[in-house]
């Protein structure tokens, strides 16, 4: 199989990427790495030495490519499912980049600080970090339910870059900060994330690994079961 993702199956950033392929409908392999295992993890740095997942491998073209945004712009431009993840019209691809990038830097990222802290192992340090964290999404989330008004997806009417960064920084910001009941809009866009295929087929693929996230009490038993 030409296409190999190289990845962990709990990583919201791998996410981001299989919701791409499963868009397109790419055939391809999905190889998880073990940075805690030494063979694991020399192949995988001898592939790509900054070390960070996902990293798309495309050996039916001998090119390897990392950064999920530029994964995605690639199977777009490779291996193209039926609708684009950029839109072809310039304002309506420059929505969809931009608000990648917002749920890239404003979501997801807050979300690793917090889990982070809880990783150092210290109440204190992980109660600090998730405390800026839940400001962080608080403003985030605002934003988000502004833009959804009269939209269907992040950025308009189509299934876009954005959606495949928002679904998995929405699924493990909610664990930090849960959505405010006056968030209507992002709550039911939530749902409809859920309810993409491409989404839920991640979803399933990733119950078996839940019981290792460091957060797994906060977990709704809708997914952490399986129900």
């Not at 830097?105 to 982070?116: G, N």
């Not at 870059?161 to 039911?188: G, Q, S, W």
């Not at 990733?206 to 906060?218: C, D, G, T």
Request: hydrophobic share 45%; with cysteine.
């Amino acid at each position: 199989m030409p296409l190999i993702l190289h990845l962990h199956p709990l990583s919201s950033y791998c996410w981001k990427a299989l919701i791409a392929l499963y868009e397109a409908g790419a055939p391809f392999e999905a190889r998880r790495v073990d940075l805690g295992e030494a063979a694991s993890r020399d192949a995988f740095l001898a592939l790509w030495p900054i070390g960070k997942m996902p990293v798309l491998e495309d050996r039916a073209r001998g090119r390897v490519t990392p950064e999920t945004s530029i994964i995605i712009e690639y199977l777009d431009r490779w291996y193209p499912g039926e609708a684009p993840m950029l839109p072809a019209e310039p304002e309506a691809q420059l929505e969809a980049r931009l608000w990648d990038r917002l749920y890239d830097t404003y979501v997801h990222l807050p979300t690793q600080k917090a889990v982070a802290g809880v990783l150092t192992g210290d109440p204190t340090l992980a109660s600090q970090a998730e405390a800026r964290s839940r400001q962080e999404l608080a403003i985030a989330y605002g934003l988000i339910e502004k833009a959804l008004e009269g939209r269907a997806w992040a950025a308009g009417e189509a299934f876009t870059i954005a959606d495949c960064a928002a679904a998995p920084a929405l699924f493990y910001a909610r664990t930090i900060a849960p959505f405010p009941p006056e968030a209507k809009r992002l709550a039911a866009y939530f749902e409809r994330l859920v309810e993409r295929p491409s989404f839920a087929r991640v979803l399933d693929e990733a119950r078996p690994w839940f019981s290792m996230f460091p957060l797994k009490e906060r977990l709704e038993a809708r997914f952490e079961g399986g129900a």
